[in-house]
């Protein structure tokens, strides 16, 4: 899983071009509410060409949530605990969009990278990467990086630029 911050909601025309790019790049496409899809995305659709031998479609969540859009309160539980992220990443998020594979293959991992990758392209933000504290040292050298914390727990901000060198490295493995 890898989260979007936003510094403010998702206008409704970036909502329909996420929607339209996930509809014409997914085996699947089901739109459960406004910003929210369950989507079987083409692994080749993103330039990922190695699956590791498993079907190219891959199960994924997309989820625009805050105020106004939907899942509020997930919106809420996901950041409570979050340290302050204005000294981070300039702002402090209003909204955002969760992207969760549900398989773990590495084809799962690197789909979900550059899935978020191309989100951002077409609506902004900032990615928010949960690490491994063997992956800080990895992700520090990293074009786009944004900001690096360890406390409470190991986490990179980025762009998409981040999210498509990360994806590059070997071994590369999101948290969740």
């Known amino acids: 899983m890898l989260v ?9 025309a970036s909502i329909e071009r996420v929607r339209e790019f996930l509809d014409r790049s997914s085996a699947h496409f089901e739109e459960k509410r406004v910003g929210e899809y369950d989507v079987n995305i083409h692994a080749e659709s993103l330039g990922v060409t190695d699956t ?3 079907d190219g479609r891959r199960p994924i969540m997309v989820s625009v949530m805050g ?3 939907g899942d509020e309160a997930v919106f809420e539980t996901e950041h409570a605990d979050e ?3 204005e000294p981070l990443i ?4 209003t909204h955002a969009v969760d992207v969760i594979a549900f398989c773990n293959r590495p084809v799962d991992h690197v789909v979900t990278a550059l899935l978020t990758a191309a989100v951002m392209n077409l609506i902004g933000g900032v990615a928010n990467a949960e690490l491994r ?7 520090v050298g990293l074009p786009g ?9 190991p986490a990179a901000y980025g762009s998409a630029e981040f999210l498509r060198a990360w994806a590059q490295q070997p071994g590369f493995r999101l948290l969740k």
């Open 4 to 12: 979007i911050e936003l510094a403010e909601v998702v206008p409704r």
């Open 52 to 54: 590791g031998g498993v």
């Open 67 to 69: 105020p106004g859009i």
């Open 83 to 85: 340290v302050n992220q």
């Open 90 to 93: 300039g702002f402090t998020p």
């Open 133 to 139: 504290e063997d992956q800080v040292p990895i992700v």
């Open 145 to 153: 990086i944004v900001a690096t914390v360890t406390d409470p727990w």
